[in-house]
């Protein structure tokens, strides 16, 4: 089979294509808009962007948009840690699993966060118990 099976069908000129464009798809050559900067390029096959820098700076770009948001950036009174507790010295830690005292790998109680009066460590599940919203068994 001699050429390719798409060789009678016409080509969709770009939008807002400029003037050199238009004078290479009169020729035959199959143009297309660069998914990431826009460029006009020559496709190959399906290809969407016109550089693998490109290629990569779309992909980079998703990933940002579709990653969960860090804690950095959540507010410390809405954040809720994994809450830890000294086998030894009975002390409560925000996300620190070992004791900077005892250097003993604490327990973990569960989620909590720190008082913003006081500053005491203190586990959810504890209270809402004291609220009489939730039965500690």
């Known amino acids: 089979m001699t050429g390719s099976r798409y060789q009678g069908r016409p080509q969709r000129p770009l939008v807002n294509a400029p003037a050199d464009d238009l004078a290479t798809l009169r020729a035959g050559v199959s143009l297309a808009r660069c998914a990431a900067c826009g460029r006009s390029f020559q496709r190959g096959g399906r290809a969407r962007f016109c550089s693998q820098r490109c ?6 770009g998703r990933l940002s948009e579709t990653a969960v948001k860090d804690l950095s950036t959540t507010p410390a009174k809405a954040r809720t840690l994994s809450v830890y507790e000294c086998g030894r010295c009975q002390e409560r830690y925000l996300d620190e699993q070992q004791c900077p005292g005892c250097y003993v790998f604490g327990r973990l109680l569960g989620y909590g966060l720190a008082c913003p009066a006081c500053g005491d460590v203190n586990v959810l599940n504890e209270l809402l118990a004291e609220l009489g919203l939730l039965e500690l068994s």
């Open 55 to 60: 290629r990569q700076r779309a992909h980079r």
